[in-house]
């Protein structure tokens, strides 16, 4: 006698024709998807296992990937509001301070947000026009250093072809050495020199097209200023808020947790802020003071960059060693470089890193370029600002991860407690 199907296998069955309902439904309609409509779609699905510890590590998992995914998308976007939180994490100290000194919040940050809205005109009433009187005189003399450029390529390669280096005259390479033409690069790179400028723009300030290029320049000049002030003046509160949001059962944990974070990641911004812009003054005396072409445009390459730690000094000596190369005496320009970039560099690690930043945030050099290189790489601008911190973040999630484990029963082989 044939068995009726029961209840279960009936469940089973049900379940698999929703999934495959759902799974042709969200094919058809794939068009209007995105990564975040799923994840809302994921939330609302999951709420039925609400409070287990599955649902918990699958929330945490997919928000990671939204955010994720969200950084990507749209972070040119994002870079205003991101810089905002940055310089309200950074004057919070400050403002405190006032406030304690019975100063009111609001008051506090108008003292402080004055001084620097100052500085900002001042730096675009005088500095901005200097800095690009530089950059037009480097643009308007573009054809005759790249000429320049061109002969001195010329004559290094003479020079390679007469020596005889065992098995060159062979390579197929020294075909193409002697072919090389310098007027060939000379045109080339005058007929592109507008598009290298604009794309260089866009890759430093991680600029995007259209109305993301508007939208991005309203937003480093307007919206982040407004930004900043707005979290400053509420930003006690909107620790507390967030505080709150915390479970009850790990709330000391969690708040332990946040506050080694905290001391670490401000011993980092703040430090480095100071410290990069020290390096651009410094450069940028240094090289005026010898008579460096385009000091200022070095200099202010130099301190930007300097930000990001290991960045800054790779990508200033790219355009300090360019203009050197295409100068009259190279051999003196290449020496005022390597003079004022090994003073500056050998003050910022001796003096102005341990003195400033407060020595070392106990990260390995080798991680946070690795960590410089991948937030570059997968989020443009937005990414080498946040590298470090994510790098911290990591480090202590790891560590935390890796002593619950040291105290496990697996790792220690004790038996596990019974249940009383």
Same mark, same amino acid.
């Given at each position: 006698?044939?068995?009726?199907?029961?209840?279960?296998?009936?469940?089973?069955?049900?379940?698999?024709?929703?999934?495959?309902?759902?799974?042709?439904?969200?094919?058809?309609?794939?068009?209007?998807?995105?990564?975040?409509?799923?994840?809302?779609?994921?939330?609302?699905?999951?709420?039925?296992?609400?409070?287990?510890?599955?649902?918990?590590?699958?929330?945490?998992?997919?928000?990671?990937?939204?955010?994720?995914?969200?950084?990507?998308?749209?972070?040119?976007?994002?870079?205003?509001?991101?810089?905002?939180?940055?310089?309200?994490?950074?004057?919070?100290?400050?403002?405190?301070?006032?406030?304690?000194?019975?100063?009111?919040?609001?008051?506090?940050?108008?003292?402080?947000?004055?001084?620097?809205?100052?500085?900002?005109?001042?730096?675009?009433?005088?500095?901005?026009?200097?800095?690009?009187?530089?950059?037009?005189?480097?643009?308007?003399?573009?054809?005759?250093?790249?000429?320049?450029?061109?002969?001195?390529?010329?004559?290094?390669?003479?020079?390679?072809?007469?020596?005889?280096?065992?098995?060159?005259?062979?390579?197929?390479?020294?075909?193409?050495?002697?072919?090389?033409?310098?007027?060939?690069?000379?045109?080339?790179?005058?007929?592109?020199?507008?598009?290298?400028?604009?794309?260089?723009?866009?890759?430093?300030?991680?600029?995007?097209?259209?109305?993301?290029?508007?939208?991005?320049?309203?937003?480093?000049?307007?919206?982040?200023?407004?930004?900043?002030?707005?979290?400053?003046?509420?930003?006690?509160?909107?620790?507390?808020?967030?505080?709150?949001?915390?479970?009850?059962?790990?709330?000391?944990?969690?708040?332990?947790?946040?506050?080694?974070?905290?001391?670490?990641?401000?011993?980092?911004?703040?430090?480095?802020?100071?410290?990069?812009?020290?390096?651009?003054?410094?450069?940028?005396?240094?090289?005026?003071?010898?008579?460096?072409?385009?000091?200022?445009?070095?200099?202010?390459?130099?301190?930007?960059?300097?930000?990001?730690?290991?960045?800054?000094?790779? /990508?200033? &000596?790219?355009? $300090?060693?360019?203009? !050197? #190369? *295409?100068?009259?005496?190279? @051999?003196? =320009?290449? +020496?005022?470089?390597?003079?004022?970039?090994?003073?500056?560099?050998?003050?910022?690690?001796?003096?102005?890193?341990?003195?400033?930043?407060?020595?070392?945030?106990?990260?390995?050099?080798?991680?946070?370029?690795?960590?410089?290189?991948?937030?570059?790489?997968?989020?443009?601008? /937005?990414? &080498?600002?946040? $590298?470090?911190?994510? !790098? #911290? *973040?990591?480090?202590?999630? @790891?560590? =935390?991860? +890796?002593?619950?484990?040291?105290?496990?029963?697996?790792?220690?082989?004790?038996?596990?407690?019974?249940?009383?």
């Amino acid at each position: 006698m044939m068995r009726l199907p029961g209840q279960d296998e009936w469940r089973l069955v049900y379940g698999a024709a929703v999934l495959l309902v759902v799974g042709l439904f969200l094919y058809q309609v794939q068009a209007v998807l995105s990564p975040i409509v799923l994840f809302l779609l994921f939330l609302l699905l999951a709420v039925p296992y609400a409070g287990t510890r599955l649902h918990r590590l699958a929330v945490v998992g997919m928000s990671v990937l939204a955010a994720l995914w969200l950084l990507r998308t749209t972070g040119f976007l994002l870079a205003p509001f991101i810089l905002a939180l940055v310089l309200a994490y950074i004057l919070d100290p400050a403002v405190d301070a006032l406030e304690r000194r019975r100063v009111p919040r609001t008051l506090a940050v108008l003292l402080l947000a004055l001084p620097a809205v100052g500085a900002l005109v001042l730096a675009a009433v005088f500095g901005v026009p200097a800095l690009g009187r530089q950059v037009d005189a480097l643009i308007t003399q573009a054809p005759v250093l790249l000429d320049r450029l061109a002969r001195w390529v010329e004559a290094l390669l003479d020079r390679l072809i007469r020596v005889d280096i065992p098995g060159l005259r062979e390579d197929v390479l020294l075909a193409h050495v002697r072919a090389f033409e310098p007027e060939q690069l000379v045109a080339a790179l005058q007929e592109r020199q507008a598009e290298i400028a604009r794309r260089a723009g866009a890759a430093v300030l991680g600029v995007g097209r259209g109305i993301g290029t508007a939208l991005t320049i309203i937003g480093y000049v307007v919206l982040t200023p407004v930004l900043a002030f707005y979290l400053l003046k509420d930003y006690d509160k909107i620790i507390a808020r967030l505080r709150l949001l915390i479970p009850l059962s790990r709330r000391e944990e969690w708040l332990a947790f946040l506050a080694e974070y905290d001391t670490l990641l401000s011993r980092f911004m703040r430090g480095q802020v100071a410290a990069a812009a020290i390096v651009g003054v410094l450069t940028w005396l240094g090289l005026f003071a010898l008579g460096f072409p385009y000091a200022g445009l070095v200099g202010v390459v130099a301190g930007v960059f300097n930000l990001v730690p290991y960045l800054g000094l790779i /990508v200033s &000596l790219v355009p $300090a060693v360019i203009i !050197a #190369l *295409l100068t009259g005496n190279v @051999l003196a =320009s290449l +020496l005022k470089v390597a003079v004022v970039f090994g003073v500056v560099q050998f003050l910022d690690s001796s003096v102005t890193g341990p003195r400033i930043v407060g020595g070392s945030v106990g990260l390995h050099p080798v991680w946070v370029m690795l960590a410089i290189a991948m937030g570059g790489f997968f989020f443009g601008f /937005v990414g &080498l600002l946040i $590298a470090i911190p994510a !790098a #911290l *973040l990591v480090k202590l999630l @790891l560590r =935390s991860a +890796l002593e619950k484990y040291q105290r496990s029963a697996w790792y220690t082989g004790a038996p596990p407690v019974a249940a009383e």
